[in-house]
């Protein structure tokens, strides 16, 4: 029959949903996650594992994932299990003097932000990593750049919860959100009702869905994203590598005005190297495509060159919880008591999963947050703020 109450339910079991879960534990709550299909079955379980400093917007966003990753190095210990957590660095590849003169700007604005970033000429960005091709003319690097294995993560965040009281449900949709007197008390699932005094709205992509159930417009829509894995192959890259691009295509149109596709690289543990990936507005089809695969394969062989012959054994698609200001919408929410939001984190959750988890759970248990979640609030956007 299952549990007919919680203390706190959070909807969802991807890296944000198993990470809240997680922190609560640790402060002493036994959360009940609801899942519609199998952990990580959304975006967690279709996406990079970039850890990345160097992608996020200067100001608040890069703030929150400077925090984020510093507790990465904790986590690991914290966790007990394998997360594939490395710390390599990372390197902004750039292309063209067009985009070298937009990065020197954006280098400015993450330094001021906090971040330590250095800019190098092509020589040395070919001496730190031997396998670029001269089509790389400079660099930016930043040591904190890291990577993990987002699958493992969600995994080793939802077992380390289980183990301390959290309980899961599986293949149960939420299709309903019980409110009364602008309060949430539960929710209905096809044939039941759990009671709740806090419900998370962890929902991924998919927190729109969640939120009409209980009658808020929330702006999160999939961006989708398409990867392709190479065979596995000998030690080859040093570094975690986006191109300058991939920042322009992300948030800043106007940083590269060559054109083209942004890229990202990383090699897992197991040796294949995962190259992603392309930002797309086509609804919930996940698909992959031959375009879009064929767009990213053809922006990496000149680039590295060593690549060029390595098969490439497998492509997903996964999608994006995008958000107007590329910012989540973490928090309470104005008007409905009980129901948090922890949703929108668009191509950063893995990297800011750790911070979300702990702000959520704290805010839950003590009302207070370590760092300040006013602007995360989904009321920016009925402010105009966005
Ligand atoms: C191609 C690609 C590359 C990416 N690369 C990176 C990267 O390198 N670094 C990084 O930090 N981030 C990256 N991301 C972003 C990252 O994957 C997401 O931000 C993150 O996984 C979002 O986690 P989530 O828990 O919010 O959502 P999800 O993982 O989608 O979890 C939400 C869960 O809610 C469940 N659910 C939804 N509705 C209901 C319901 N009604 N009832 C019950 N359950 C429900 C879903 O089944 C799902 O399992 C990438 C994403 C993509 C697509």
């Given at each position: 029959m299952g549990p007919q109450t919680a203390?706190?339910?959070?909807?969802?079991?991807?890296?944000?949903?198993?990470?809240?879960?997680?922190?609560?534990?640790?402060?002493?709550?036994k959360p009940l996650l609801v899942e519609k299909s199998d952990p990580a079955a959304g975006s967690s379980g279709a996406c990079d594992g970039l850890v990345f400093l160097q992608s996020k917007k200067p100001g608040l966003h890069l703030k929150l994932a400077l925090e984020s990753r510093k507790r990465f190095d904790s986590l690991v210990d914290q966790l007990g299990s394998r997360i594939e957590f490395k710390n390599p660095g990372g390197l902004c590849l750039i292309?063209?003097?067009?985009?070298?003169?937009?990065?020197?700007?954006?280098?400015?604005?993450?330094?001021?932000?906090g971040l330590d970033v250095e800019l190098i000429d092509g020589d040395e960005a070919r001496r730190r990593e031997p396998c670029l091709s001269r089509k790389v003319i400079a660099a930016t690097f930043s040591a904190l750049d890291s990577q993990?294995?987002?699958?493992?993560?969600?995994?080793?965040?939802?077992?380390?919860?289980?183990?301390?009281?959290?309980?899961?449900?599986?293949?149960?949709?939420?299709?309903?959100?019980e409110v009364a007197s602008s309060k949430a008390t539960g929710i209905f699932t096809e044939n039941r009702r759990i009671g709740a005094s806090v419900v998370v709205n962890?929902?991924?992509?998919?927190?729109?869905?969640?939120?009409?159930?209980?009658?808020?417009?929330?702006?999160?829509?999939?961006?989708?994203?398409?990867?392709?894995?190479?065979?596995?192959?000998?030690?080859?890259?040093?570094?975690?590598?986006?191109?300058a691009q991939y920042v322009a295509a992300k948030f800043k149109p106007e940083l590269a005005a060559t054109g083209g596709m942004g890229f990202s690289l990383e090699q897992a543990d197991s040796g294949n190297i995962l190259i992603g990936s392309t930002r797309e507005f086509v609804g919930f089809d996940r698909r992959t495509t031959f375009d879009g695969i064929r767009t990213i394969a053809s922006r990496i062989a000149p680039v590295i060159p060593a690549l060029k012959n390595v098969p490439v054994i497998r492509t997903f698609g996964g999608l994006r919880p995008y958000t107007p200001d590329g910012l989540p919408i973490l928090g309470k929410v104005a008007g409905l008591e009980g129901f948090i939001m922890a949703a929108g984190h668009e191509g950063d959750g893995i990297a800011l999963s750790a911070i979300t988890g702990e702000l959520i759970a704290d805010l839950i248990v003590t009302g207070r947050t370590q760092f300040p979640l006013d602007a995360f609030r989904l009321e920016r956007f009925l402010e105009g703020a966005a």
């Open positions: 203390d706190v339910l959070i909807v969802g079991a991807g890296v944000i949903g198993a990470s809240i879960a997680f922190h609560l534990t640790r402060l002493g709550i292309e063209s003097e067009s985009e070298l003169a937009a990065m020197q700007l954006f280098v400015a604005e993450q330094r001021t932000s993990v294995n987002p699958y493992a993560l969600t995994f080793a965040f939802l077992r380390a919860a289980e183990s301390a009281g959290a309980r899961i449900l599986t293949g149960v949709e939420v299709k309903g959100i962890a929902a991924g992509a998919l927190a729109a869905e969640v939120g009409r159930l209980a009658g808020l417009e929330i702006p999160v829509t999939p961006r989708r994203g398409q990867i392709l894995v190479t065979a596995a192959v000998p030690p080859l890259l040093r570094h975690c590598l986006i191109s």
